[in-house]
């Protein structure tokens, strides 16, 4: 795994080299938007498609659900009860619960698992980022962003958020063929996994480019340490016990429990900026949390491989 981890890690770092470089004059903050509105409009719905088309949806699919919201829910109890018996001030604190409680599952969690599992690993990876972490996120990370921020921006709801969501668009049309029994035709297949292949390298340079190294200050290093720690330790201790609680076993635990050791996800930043939350504490978060993952991912792999 450690050289699945520094091959990524590679990647991520030309990333956050251009950060510094800037070839051709491009703004990395640029560069990484238009990545990821190419990924999340065009290859990651086909990898989606392709992926769930194929693959067995059923009970799992809710367990992997229930996975997700009850670690989701654990980041957000945790970081709470944490962060005020600490008096942390409130738009530090609102970034600090989106840091614990929402993970990387996809830019990267999904290519930690596809390098280390093999293909078949992906479904689980969209399973819990479409039916969990981004329904959780619209809603609940909407909810608790406008509590502890300062900006009195209108509320969206969750509706609108859904209904202009390509990846989940195409969950739900896999889903739909997948139950009515109709099968890829050959055709189909190449263009999808043409438009598909690029998802992995390109989520992962778009993961470098938003790590902002100017986000460190001194006096934000206790508290995102409190955050590495809730996030890379007590986040996958509750995946070892909540993924054996939900009867997962073997690789499937294994990918579960590592996808609970992720770091913060990017998208939060988002958040911060919108409702006015400290952004500069959230990329620092993001940061430490990144860098600690690499570090923290083999020893959680080897504690559910004992585990599952």
């Given amino acids: 795994m450690v050289g699945v981890l520094m091959q990524m890690g590679a990647l991520i770092l030309c990333g ?102 093999g293909p078949w690993a992906r479904a689980v990876a969209i399973q819990l980022d479409l039916f969990a972490n981004t329904p959780l996120l619209l809603g609940l990370g909407a909810l608790i962003a406008r509590h ?68 460190w200050r001194w006096r934000n290093l206790p508290t995102a340490g409190l955050v590495m720690a809730l996030k890379l330790m007590a986040m996958p201790l509750c995946g070892l016990w909540l993924g054996r609680w939900l009867d997962f076993q073997g690789e499937t635990y294994q990918a579960l429990v590592l996808e609970s050791a992720m770091p913060s996800m990017l998208l939060g930043v988002v958040y911060c900026d919108r409702y006015r939350l400290d952004t500069a504490f959230y990329a620092l978060a993001v940061l430490l949390t990144t860098l600690g993952a690499m570090l923290s991912l083999p020893y959680w792999h080897g504690q559910a491989a004992l585990a599952g």
């Fill in 148 to 215: 502890y921020g300062t900006a009195e921006t209108p509320s969206e709801g969750l509706l609108r958020p859904l209904l202009v969501n390509p990846p989940l668009w195409a969950a739900l049309l896999a889903m739909g063929l997948d139950a009515g029994g109709v099968a890829e035709p050959a055709w189909l297949a190449r263009p999808l996994q043409l438009l598909a292949s690029p998802v992995v390298p390109l989520m992962l340079l778009a993961l470098g480019l938003g790590l902002h190294w100017d986000s």
């Fill in 16 to 117: 956050a080299a251009w950060r510094i470089i800037r070839p051709g004059g491009v703004d990395a903050d640029l560069a990484r938007r238009v990545l990821t509105t190419l990924v999340f409009n065009f290859s990651l719905p086909a990898l989606v498609l392709t992926v769930l088309w194929q693959a067995d949806l059923g009970r799992q699919t809710l367990a992997i659900a229930l996975f997700g919201l009850g670690t989701v829910l654990a980041g957000v109890v945790a970081a709470w009860l944490l962060f005020t018996l600490l008096r942390v001030q409130p738009r530090r604190r609102g970034a600090a619960i989106l840091a614990v409680a929402f993970a990387n599952v996809t830019y990267m969690g999904l290519p930690v698992l596809e390098h280390i599992f």
